[in-house]
Antibody, heavy 119, light 107 residues
Framework: QVQLQQSGPGLVKPSQTLSLTCAISGDSVSSNSAAWNWIRQSPSRGLEWLGRTYYRSEWHNDYAVSVKSRITINADTSKNQFSLQLNSVTPEDTAVYYC?????????WGQGTLVTVSS | DIQMTQSPSSLSASVGDRVTITCRASQGLKNYLAWYQQKPGKVPELLIYDASTLQSGVPSRFSGSGSGIDFTLTISSLQPEDVAIYYCQKYDSAPLTFGGGTKVEIE
């Protein structure tokens, strides 16, 4: 059974970097059939896919246009986890952030992390 | 990018009613469409993928149909535990966009 466990701070100051990690159990971040995603949810934006990383003989990333200039998603094969970094955050980045495994659709989700951007 | 439009945005129905939610894509998706259920305070859960395939463990009163541009999620007999927000999501290619959601309540 695949499980995802998120970790990271719940409060980030404006202009700083939001960093979250998602630890994987029951699957491999290097899987050739899965992708590893970050999604956020807020009342104003609804469910918003932010990006993904996946391995198909080499590593690939896709990012949403809305955050493309500020986002990095990395995989750590030694720890079997992946991470999200979102730079230069503003209060509009306040949301519940989820990691999720996909094979197109999102079949496994992390527990969610409420991240508040505030000084 | 392809936009996903759900309707209605909310509905209220009686226990036992048949409920239908629609999702329309701005371009064709073939059958690369999923539906999720999110109960209050909970993580979204996958209900249906490939437009009509029921995820393991999901009650058979849920069904999905459609291909191309127009898709439908049907609850054949609404139950109190079905109170939730329902979302569609496209996955033909990135970006993996969600619809705006449909809130389902009991009358």
């Amino acid at each position: 059974q695949v499980q995802l466990q998120q970790s990271g701070p719940g409060l980030v100051k404006p202009s700083q970097t939001l960093s979250l990690t998602c630890a994987i159990s029951g699957d491999s971040v290097s899987s050739n059939s899965a992708a590893w995603n970050w999604i956020r949810q807020s009342p104003s934006r609804g469910l918003e896919w932010l990006g993904r990383t996946y391995y198909r003989s080499e590593w690939h990333n896709d990012y949403a246009v809305s955050v493309k200039s500020r986002i990095t998603i990395n995989a750590d094969t030694s720890k079997n986890q992946f991470s999200l970094q979102l730079n230069s955050v503003t209060p509009e980045d306040t949301a519940v952030y989820y990691c999720a495994r996909s094979r197109g659709y999102f079949s496994v989700w992390g527990q969610g992390t409420l991240v508040t951007v505030s000084s | 990018d392809i936009q996903m439009t759900q309707s209605p945005s909310s509905l209220s129905a009686s226990v036992g009613d048949r409920v239908t939610i629609t999702c329309r894509a701005s371009q064709g998706l073939k059958n690369y469409l999923a539906w999720y259920q999110q109960k209050p305070g909970k993580v979204p859960e996958l209900l249906i993928y490939d437009a009509s395939t029921l995820q393991s463990g999901v009650p058979s009163r849920f069904s999905g149909s459609g291909s191309g541009i127009d898709f439908t999620l049907t609850i054949s007999s609404l139950q109190p535990e079905d109170v939730a927000i329902y979302y569609c999501q496209k996955y033909d290619s990135a970006p993996l966009t969600f619809g705006g959601g449909t809130k389902v309540e009991i009358e």
